[in-house]
């Protein structure tokens, strides 16, 4: 008898373990009560007002059977969101961390103004916008990632472009604040970098307003 209920013992600790932690893969911070109390940090108004809204969905559930999925899904419906992590403190507590996405750049969608984000999502820009790069073309986002990624192994000065243009044969084209134009080819993305970083930090291009790297072996510097 006495075994039995250690067994019955250890069942519950093993599914409040189990239920008690859970984790997705964003900056805000959560906390969830069952009578409907909120506090979210670090969100502006809208993004506030948007989880809210959401996170009530759930206020009238038991805790101990909502289900991780459940939260998850509302979470990731809401494209601000870049990870979270989640957490239940019985009986009434539902604390959530929000870790809000990146803005990388601004394009234009059906006519409308949409910030990138750094998980891969478009979204539409509500107040007066950020200070970023403008991309023109029918992008595809996991190209421009994956050319922000380059950009970053490479120490280039992401904040000095102003424009960039996209090509359907995945080719970029980027416009720097100053003027110049650089022309990328649309492979081998990481020796082009490394050849326009030697360019820029050794040539002299106050006369200069174009760098064609498109050809390959071959570099055009021109007025």
């Not at 009530?56 to 899904?73: I, R």
């Not at 960039?164 to 980027?174: A, E, G, Q, T």
Request: a positive charge; aromatic letters at 12%.
């Amino acid at each position: 008898m006495p075994q039995q209920i250690n067994k019955k013992i250890f069942l519950i600790l093993v599914i409040l373990f189990t239920l008690g932690t859970f984790s997705n893969k964003n900056i805000g911070s959560t906390s969830f009560l069952k009578n409907g109390n909120f506090k979210i940090k670090d969100l502006s108004n809208f993004e506030n007002k948007k989880l809210r809204q959401d996170l009530s969905k759930l206020k009238n559930q038991n805790l101990f059977f909502l289900s991780k999925e459940k939260v998850l899904a509302i979470l990731n419906s809401n494209e601000i969101v870049e990870s979270s992590y989640i957490f239940k403190k019985y009986p009434t507590h539902l604390n959530v961390k929000i870790w809000k996405t990146n803005f990388l750049a601004i394009t234009k969608n059906e006519g409308k103004d949409y910030y990138i984000g750094s998980n891969g999502n478009l979204i539409k820009v509500e107040d007066e916008k950020i200070d970023l790069p403008f991309i023109f073309g029918d992008i595809e986002i996991s190209e421009f990632l994956k050319l922000k990624k380059i950009m970053n192994d490479f120490n280039f000065n992401y904040q000095s472009i102003q424009n960039l243009y996209y090509f359907k044969s995945k080719r970029w084209d980027l416009e720097t604040k100053e003027g110049l134009l650089i022309r990328l080819p649309s492979k081998n993305l990481e020796k082009s970098f490394k050849i326009l970083l030697n360019i820029l930090n050794d040539a002299d291009l106050n006369n200069f307003t174009n760098i064609d790297l498109r050809n390959n072996n071959q570099v055009i510097i021109s007025g």
